[in-house]
């Protein structure tokens, strides 16, 4: 029996199965169309129930396929049913090929449309002025530590958080020619792309060549692409748009480089069974008032999974805390912990509770 014959019988039953998941998928998106009616104008992206679907669809899966790439064609599918009920537009800090675009499109697949904003302040200004329905922010990095604006951007915003994406930062090198290092001048990177790449940087670069730091890595790998004698530090997606030779793969230093970011809406979200909850905190500047912040949560039993401090832009030497903990603003242990905090805190407020990141 020649090898075609051989694929023959699995050929057909994968054109059978094919047929199967494609009647399925359909299926599920007239479903998917009546709750929308159901919905009628109201929010039709259900944050909590996604988690869940998400979620089981791991706990269901028994393989070959791992569960990643489960969730992934699941978290696709949702898109586009969703898509069905209503489409929705994210804002996100670019130009296009941004790690926050890429973050977008993970947390809710292909079937959204992205806009791209010049700064983060644009990108929430934009949903909190109704022209996109959320804004996809970046947080923080495992390397770097916070984004400061966008933790300033917190205390003021009336936007909730709604869900949390966390997604694994690889860094290239890249250029528009794979000309020789002595013949370049420069590269362009964000400021925190160039601080995650310092040790790669120094090691193979002449000290000669300056670092300049530009508003995000797609506006890098742009700059790049227009003059051979800079390079750009950025993502594959921004090497693909810009038409970049990748000179070097993954050349951050920290091999498990992670940015979280937050997805801000109109929206509070109901409790999925496994969430998070954002807090900004204002503390009075007297002895001890660190320790009454945390208490409230060591005496509830609550985990904070994020603890930072940044200086409040009203008064001199006092500080707003930016805390995460685990469980949902509705659960009564964070209830109760948060009336304790009110009482020692100058404010508190609740930046959203959200299911923790699934994908
Ligand atoms: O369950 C819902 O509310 C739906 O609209 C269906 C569905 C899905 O495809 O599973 C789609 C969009 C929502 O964000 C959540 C889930």
Redesign the pocket.
């Known amino acids: 029996m020649s090898d075609d014959s051989k694929l023959l019988p699995h050929r057909q039953a994968i054109d059978s199965i094919d047929k199967q998941i494609l009647d399925l998928m359909n299926e599920?998106a007239k479903?998917?169309r009546a709750?929308?009616e159901l919905?009628g104008t109201g929010v039709?992206?259900?944050?909590e129930?996604?988690a869940q679907?998400l979620r089981r669809i791991k706990d269901l899966n028994i393989g070959p396929l791992p569960d990643e790439a489960v969730a992934r064609l699941f978290r696709e599918?949702?898109s586009e049913?969703?898509a069905v009920?209503r489409p929705l537009t994210i804002a996100y800090l670019g130009p296009e090929g941004t790690f926050t675009q890429l973050a977008a499109m993970k947390h809710f697949g292909h079937a959204a449309h992205t806009v791209s904003c010049l700064t983060v302040d644009e990108s929430l200004r934009l949903v909190e002025a109704r022209q996109a329905d959320y804004v996809v922010a970046p947080v923080e990095n495992s390397t770097e530590g916070s984004v400061g604006r966008t933790l300033d951007l917190l205390v003021a915003t009336p936007l909730q958080a709604c869900g949390e994406v966390v997604l694994r930062i690889h860094h290239h090198f890249l250029r528009s020619q794979a000309v020789d290092f002595s013949e370049l001048d420069m590269v362009y990177a964000h400021a925190q792309a160039l601080a995650q790449c310092q040790h790669w940087l120094t090691k193979h670069l002449p000290d000669t060549v300056k670092r300049v730091a530009v508003s995000s890595n797609a506006e890098a790998a742009r700059l790049a692409a227009q003059n051979p004698r800079t390079a750009a530090i950025a993502s594959q997606a921004a090497a693909e748009i810009y038409a970049l030779n990748k000179i070097a793969s993954n050349i951050e230093d920290e091999p498990n480089n992670t940015t979280r970011f937050l997805v801000l809406g109109h929206q509070e979200t109901t409790p999925s069974g496994q969430d998070k909850t954002s807090l900004v905190v204002g503390a009075p500047h007297r002895v001890g008032s660190l320790h009454n912040i945390i208490a409230p949560f060591m005496q509830m039993g609550i985990s904070m999974t994020k603890f930072e401090s940044r200086p409040s832009k009203a008064n001199l030497w006092e500080y707003v805390f930016f805390i995460d903990i685990e469980g949902h603003v509705l659960d009564e242990k964070v209830q109760a912990a948060l009336t304790l905090l009110r009482e020692q805190a100058v404010f508190v407020k609740v930046v959203g509770a959200y299911p923790v990141a699934v994908l």
């Open positions: 599920r479903h998917a709750i929308g919905k039709v992206y259900r944050p129930r996604e679907v599918i949702m049913c969703l009920e």
